[in-house]
């Protein structure tokens, strides 16, 4: 069994004491300067000072590796939470977009189906939309017919075969089809114009007013014919 052996300087006092361990028993001497041993003694914790603590050292590596990595944890924490906040308003918007455009296309498509029974405020829910055909190509068509596209309805304003060049969504669909987000041009009123503002024509049994003057029937459509009902009182 081999002894335990500690020095420690008293700074007061300048003396050495020498603790010597073995098992449970422990002997310790102290030395003055002026004693025989002392600068043994004082060359012994002279060196003990100049041998490095590669415990010590290590642990204090660690204990700033731990530091490190806690840092880079509260950044990568903060990091994390900015990009959910972000894709959090990313979703939103999103959403609100999704509904803005869906809002949209039910006014369009309640707008068509009013033109389409002659009901004003008439919704286009589910069962209605069924009552429609879905377009496909090669079908015969005649100016009035409607037929859908998924959920849009579509009315056909001039005889046609149908293809995919005259579909409701080709970049050829305003000369064929009105309605869904169709955006029809209107010719411009030119003298002696066959439907003056204000003009009330019967077309497929609904009754309708020319909002302006026009050279083109109520086959076009709003907004330059709206439905008799709708027509401000004077």
Do not use: F
Not at 19 to 27: E, F, L, N
Not at 122 to 151: F, H, M, P
């Amino acid at each position: 069994m081999s002894d335990n052996i500690t020095i420690y300087k008293n700074p007061s006092t300048s003396a050495i004491t020498i603790r010597t361990t073995r098992m449970a028993s422990t002997v310790e001497k102290t030395l003055t300067p002026e004693q025989e041993g002392y600068l043994i003694a004082q060359n012994a914790l002279d060196l003990a000072g100049t041998i490095p603590n590669p415990l010590g050292a290590a642990q204090e590596a660690l204990e700033e590796e731990k530091q490190g990595r806690y840092k880079d944890r509260e950044e990568a924490s903060r990091v994390l939470q900015q990009e959910k906040a972000e894709r959090a308003e990313e979703r939103e918007q999103a959403q609100k977009s999704l509904q803005e455009t869906k809002a949209k296309l039910v006014q369009a498509n309640n707008h068509l189906v009013e033109l389409l029974t002659g009901n004003l405020g008439t919704e286009a829910t589910e069962e209605i939309i069924n009552l429609y055909a879905e377009w496909k190509e090669g079908l015969s068509v005649d100016t009035g017919d409607t037929y859908r596209v998924g959920r849009v309805l579509y009315m056909a304003i001039c005889p046609h075969v149908t293809s995919t060049d005259n579909s409701p969504t080709s970049s050829n669909a305003q000369q064929y089809w009105k309605g869904g987000s169709i955006k029809t041009d209107q010719p411009a009123p030119k003298p002696g114009v066959a439907y003056p503002k204000g003009t009330v024509v019967t077309y497929q049994g609904v009754d309708y007013y020319a909002t302006k003057d026009t050279n083109s029937g109520p086959e076009i459509g709003y907004p330059t014919w709206d439905l008799l009902e709708n027509k401000p009182k004077p």
